[in-house]
């Protein structure tokens, strides 16, 4: 379907009908597709699992820029309101709770997740995401960025999810996981997981897919062509590609990120490849949303800078 629509502009083309239409071929090819792959040999199952390393980690980066701009989204609404002295209110209300829930969680991981100080990597990993915190709360505060308390309040709970994430990846047998270990049976925690995985997926791709300039920086009005009526209201290739790479994300959770060896009974995305692929977007999450603080001063201070003459 990316293939297929590629490039798709206007809205009565062929390729348009395609995207739109056809769903009695489509549910024929539905079950057809999902047979055909365990008639395939494993090379080429192999194949697809070390493609979708990559597409999943290219899921993951939309992910963290959709989360990102619904967070600034959510701050601009609050901002433009009529009923400043309302929304000022709500707003601190909406920061609060997220700061103690921040606090609370990592307090809750300090204690389910490093018993001891044995568990240094743990250890490493909390601390690390409650420095994080305060960096981009401090960052925010800046009297030249002024961003509010809101945006690192909401991000703070973001990151600190991922680092719960990537904790409860470890594997079950490691002797700092111990709530993990004490449950070898699919549990409340694992459905979860799974089901705000789900809604991320479907968050992401629906709200990037129909949404895809953001990824394509035509933001300038300057620049910005006027729309004809018959134009694409979306990229159709870059919402299928977003699907795409969110089948390959799904795809890495149920084994573990690793093709090579297979996952227990009633695990998801268990390992220490998942646990650093979660880490490591959880850091790439916050240097993004600390880019999109800081690019605005960065940039208008290379505009003002005098050429010379």
Known sequence: MFLSTLGTSKTHSSRDRWHSGWWFVKLIMWPALTIIPFLLPSSIIHLYGEIAHFGAGVFLLIQLISVISFIQWLNECYQSQKDAERCRVYVMLLSTTSYTVCIVGVILMYIWYAPDSSCLLNIFFITWTLFLIQLMTSIALHPKVNAGYLTPALMGLYVVFICWCAIRSEPVGESCNRKAAASNRTDWLTIISFVVALLAMVIATFSTGIDSQCFQFKKDENDQEEEAEDDVPYGYGFFHFVFATGAMYFAMLLIGWNTHHPMKKW???????????????????????????????????????????
């Open 267 to 309: 695990t998801i995305d268990v390992g220490w490849t998942s646990t650093w692929v979660r880490v490591v977007n959880e850091w790439l999450a916050v240097c993004v949303y600390i880019w999109m603080l800081v690019a605005p001063l960065i940039l208008k201070s290379r505009r003002q800078t005098p050429t010379g003459t």
